[in-house]
């Protein structure tokens, strides 16, 4: 029998520096429908405005907060660490960065199966809207509505991906149409597994040491080389990227690792939960 206490989901935020937005997705978190998962705050790096905050915040759900050094882009380690601590079995991966509609938890948790990746996307807000959900002007329960009546104010003003915004009720009459809408990629900020399906690619792999491929693009043709499966969760588990600047660094050195590790079916990497080197 599990234990009464264990919580069913493991929440899983990454972290770095920015309390307000963060505090923004915490107001979000309280609000979700399913309320059975525990919060854990995986931050890269020792802030201590975000230790300060989150010392002061106050949660209806247990929570615990990892750093490490800050040192350089290390997500995939934070992240790893972060997969040790939980206590449930289905872990919930966001950005402290994406603010969520109340069901969002809902529906990675109805919808999960062992053998299944569940994936989703975010909506990017332009600053005025993300100004909007951060103040409150635009509460979280209308921010669908907001979108779709602000929609090419929004996109002439920075947005994107729109119509990712928009929460589609499966039980309502527009409802086969996230049924119709697949996935063949994962994003970081949105996605879900089972703690046995990240154990058996043996995590984030830590070679990669700059942002974005490591934590996510890596996992899709690993998780699938062992015969999981994605499914979407797109209009479903919906979320609200807050604006700011991209810090994107140029992906080819990662895409070239990605790549020898693919030539070598290395499903399972070396530097991940364990290291097998």
Not at 13 to 19: C, F, G, L, Q, R
Not at 37 to 65: A, N, W
Request: charged content about 30%; some cysteine.
């Amino acid at each position: 029998m599990s234990n009464p206490s264990t919580p069913k989901v493991s929440l899983i935020i990454s972290v770095y520096k920015n309390t307000a937005f963060l505090d923004a997705v915490m107001k979000s978190v309280e609000k979700q429908t399913f309320r059975d998962f525990e919060v854990i705050i995986s931050e890269d790096g020792e802030s201590e405005e975000m230790r300060h905050y989150l010392s002061e915040l106050k949660s209806e759900f247990p929570m615990q907060h990892l750093t490490q050094a800050d040192v350089g882009w290390r997500k995939n380690q934070a992240l790893n660490r972060a997969i040790q601590a939980t206590k449930a079995d289905w872990l919930v991966f966001i950005d402290g960065d994406c603010v969520l509609h109340s069901r969002f938890l809902e529906f990675h948790w109805e919808l999960a199966e062992e053998k299944s990746i569940l994936a989703g996307k975010r909506v990017k807000l332009d600053p005025k809207t993300s100004e909007k959900l951060i103040s409150g002007e635009y509460p979280l329960e209308k921010m669908s509505k907001a979108i779709r009546k602000n929609a090419a104010k929004i996109k002439k003003n920075g947005g994107g991906f729109l119509e990712e915004g928009v929460f589609i009720d499966p039980k309502g009459w527009l409802g086969f149409i996230p049924r119709l809408r697949k996935m063949t990629q994962l994003k970081g900020c949105n996605m879900s597994f089972h703690r046995k399906a990240i154990e058996a690619i043996n995590g984030f792999d830590e070679d990669y040491t700059k942002p974005a491929v490591g934590e996510d693009a890596d996992l899709v043709w690993r998780f699938l080389g062992l015969n999981y499966q994605l499914k979407s969760v797109r209009n479903l588990a919906v979320q609200y990227h807050l604006y700011h600047k991209e810090s994107w660094n140029d992906q080819e050195e990662n895409m070239e690792m990605m790549r020898a590790n693919q030539a070598q079916n290395q499903f399972v990497c070396k530097n991940g939960l364990k290291k097998l080197n």
